[in-house]
Every structure is written in C-alpha cells, then in structure tokens.
C-alpha cells in the first residue's frame, strides 16, 4: 500500500529530507500526532498551529477520537448519539459513497460530533483537511453561521464544507443521493 503524501506542500515550507534506516525505523515507532491502537480508531492531537488558525490547540491538550487514519485530509461529521460511531448499515452506505470516488475509509476522519465536549466541538476544525463532509441535522458550530443550504459546497478559510443530511435519511432517498453525488463529482473531478 503505498503512502499519500500529497499533503506535505501545504504543512510544510521548508526542504524535507527523509532517510531512512532499518536501524532507526522499527514497527512499534509511532506519529507524534496520532496514537493508534489495534482497532480503526485513532486519537489525533492537533497541529501545532494550522494555516489560517489563530490557536494552538496542541498546548491545551486537546485531542479529538476519530475512526480512520484521516490519509487524504478527510473530515466526516456524523451525530450518532448512542454509539460511538456509525451504525453498520450508515458506514456500508458511506463506504459507498467513497468508493464512488476513490476513497476508503481508512482515508478519512469520521467524527462523531455528539461525543465531542464542547471545548472540542469548538475546536474541531484542528482536525487536519482540506473538506468537512457533514452528515448532520444541523451544521455545527464552527461553522453553524455560514449561510448555506444542504447539498451546497462552501469555501471556509482553507477548506471546502459540504452538508447534507444524515447517512440514514440519504440512503432512503434518492433526491438527496443525487445531490450528493453531484456536488462530489465536482469536488473530486469525477
């Protein structure tokens, strides 16, 4: 499996050289910002400090838990109030959806908004992306003042902003999953 570095240009300025060594490099070694376990779930700390962002998030502590390795700088919020992530049936539709446009799972940071203490919910967009896909009720706060309808993508600072409505409420309707799709063709090319 090969790895995407596409994100590097925009993290960092200066000249980067990567040597490696079987001596220094070994399995267990681990991301300073990411701790994973054996699950899907990781534990992201945020960036020092983000383009375009005026707090570094990383010297209060905070960490946000989401599902995924968050490869392609792909944030996906989800309000699952009685679990930790998404029902099986949500995540086999997303999983879908993605595939539509070449992206796993694995490749995105799904985060479920209702766990989030509000000290995180307020800080959420420390979470490294370039698109906040948001399958929600109701868009939260940081961006709950943008005007925007669902199925409509929206430039915020850096990063593009798609709503839509829950995975469920999509998956039964087809008004809405052609919305989707359209407003994914263009984000992604396709």
């Known amino acids: 499996m090969s790895k995407d570095y596409t994100f590097l240009p925009n993290l960092i300025q200066e000249d980067l050289y990567y040597i490696e060594s079987e001596s220094t490099h070994t399995s267990t070694e681990k991301s300073p910002l990411i701790q994973t376990d054996n699950k899907e779930t990781h534990t992201e700390t945020a960036p020092e400090v ?3 962002k005026a707090e570094n998030t990383e010297a209060e502590g905070l960490r946000i838990d989401f599902k995924g390795e968050n490869l392609k700088n792909i944030l996906v919020l989800i309000e699952e109030p009685n679990g930790s992530y998404l029902k099986s049936e949500d995540e086999a539709f997303l999983e879908k959806v993605l595939k539509a446009v070449d992206i796993n799972l694995i490749d995105i940071a799904i985060v479920n908004y209702s ?3 509000e000290e995180q919910a ?8 370039w698109l906040c896909l948001g399958f929600m009720e109701a868009l939260p706060a940081p961006w709950a003042t943008l005007a925007t309808e669902r199925y409509q993508t929206i ?3 850096e990063n593009k902003i798609l ?4 995975l469920k409420s999509i998956a039964g309707d087809k008004d809405m ?4 799709w359209q407003q994914l063709k263009l984000l992604f090319n396709k």
């Open 177 to 180: 999953k052609v919305r989707l």
């Open 155 to 157: 430039q915020h600072d």
């Open 122 to 129: 307020r800080k959420i967009e420390a979470v490294p992306h």
């Open 163 to 166: 709503w839509g409505h829950p």
């Open 50 to 52: 983000m383009p375009g």
């Open 115 to 117: 766990s989030l203490s």
